[in-house]
């Protein structure tokens, strides 16, 4: 069985398909009109193992926010649609992600508990693309794929190195946390559900 999801979101705002495959080997096929996000999501997904396809179209002209944290959800929704016919996964995921002066860890449980915990602090803007929009793209993601998401980042002088380790630390710690669980007779909880 192939835990795949397809997500297509239309509003006023943006229009979004967004195809994933937990089980893929990390290729992507991206345009989301932003390219500093299209090469954060090639990294997420190349770490992860993961397959991502997308194609969003949002009011680019107004600014880059409501195309961000569209994706956001649909990623989130997406994740959550794969694990439903995936019910032996690991659930918990963590990994620590050096990039040069930089370093970032996240830690992932897939409980269907959304929650988001971010402690970043940015010391400068990253190029055209809005730093503040990490974690707006992270609380969406989070909130619509039932992910309780903490993401640190410790240190690091460079914009750009910053945001670089938490997409990569979070598709490794999501890779961890969608591996099958054989051990598991069903639910990766002992409540029987998420």
């Known amino acids: 069985m192939t835990a795949q999801s397809r997500i297509a979101r239309t509003t006023r705002e943006t229009d979004i398909v967004l195809e994933l495959r937990l089980d893929g080997s990390g290729q992507v096929e991206i345009d989301s009109g932003i390219p500093f996000l299209d090469h954060m999501l090639h990294l997420f997904a190349a770490h992860g193992f993961f397959d ?20 956001g959800i649909c990623l989130g929704q997406a994740f959550r649609q794969a ?3 995936l019910p032996r996964f690991k659930r918990y ?5 050096p990039m040069d002066e930089a ?6 449980d897939l409980s269907n508990r959304p929650f988001l915990v971010y402690n970043v602090n940015f010391l400068a803007g990253g190029g055209r693309f809005d730093p503040q929009l990490v974690k707006e793209f992270w609380r969406a993601t989070a909130q619509h794929g ?16 910053l945001i670089e380790a938490i997409f990569k630390a979070a598709g490794r710690a999501l890779d961890q946390a969608t591996l099958p669980e054989p051990r598991l007779s069903g639910t990766p909880s002992t409540k029987g559900v998420l």
């Not at 396809?53 to 600014?63: H, P, S």
């Not at 995921?93 to 992600?97: E, P």
């Open 52 to 71: 991502l396809n997308l194609r969003a179209k949002g009011d680019l002209e107004v600014d880059d926010h409501h195309t961000v944290e569209d994706i």
């Open 83 to 85: 694990l439903q016919v």
């Open 146 to 161: 039932g992910m309780t998401l903490h993401i640190e980042a410790p240190y690091g002088e460079n914009t750009h190195h």
């Open 93 to 97: 995921g963590f990994a620590r992600v």
């Open 103 to 108: 370093v970032a860890q996240v830690t992932v």
